[in-house]
Nanobody
Framework: QVQLVESGGGLVQAGGSLRLSCAAS????????MGWFRQAPGKEREFVAT????????YYADSVKGRFTISRDNAKNTVYLQMNSLKPADTAVYYC?????????????WGQGTQVTVSS
């Protein structure tokens, strides 16, 4: 069982930056690939970024490539999402998720989400 708690969301102006954090419980964090997803009002949840268990491999949605960076610190059981050059279209609830497989089609564990609002 893995419990995930996101933090770092908030209100930011377009062009600004935020860093989201996701703290995981348990001693097996390094066994899981981690992902970030987001869901805007009235839209389906969409993939944002994922990182392998070691952190050596990452993968991004085209919409955030070059602006967002996913990273992890296995010693701190935490995964991060650095978001730069934010746009109003990035407004959404952001969720982190964990799965044993990198680039999994379905993730086993989810956090409760953190709201990111980008004003124009």
């Amino acid at each position: 069982q893995v419990q995930l708690v996101e933090s770092g969301g908030g209100l930011v102006q377009a062009g600004g930056s935020l860093r989201l954090s996701c703290a995981a419980s348990g001693r097996t964090f390094s066994s899981y690939a981690m992902g970030w997803f987001r869901q805007a009002p009235g839209k389906e949840r969409e993939f944002v970024a994922t990182i392998s268990r070691s952190g050596a491999s990452t993968y991004y949605a085209d919409s955030v490539k070059g602006r967002f960076t996913i990273s992890r610190d296995n010693a701190k059981n935490t995964v991060y999402l650095q978001m730069n050059s934010l746009k109003p279209a990035d407004t959404a609830v952001y969720y982190c998720a964990a799965d044993l497989n990198f680039r999994s089609a379905e993730y086993d564990y989810w956090g409760q989400g953190t709201q990111v609002t980008v004003s124009s």
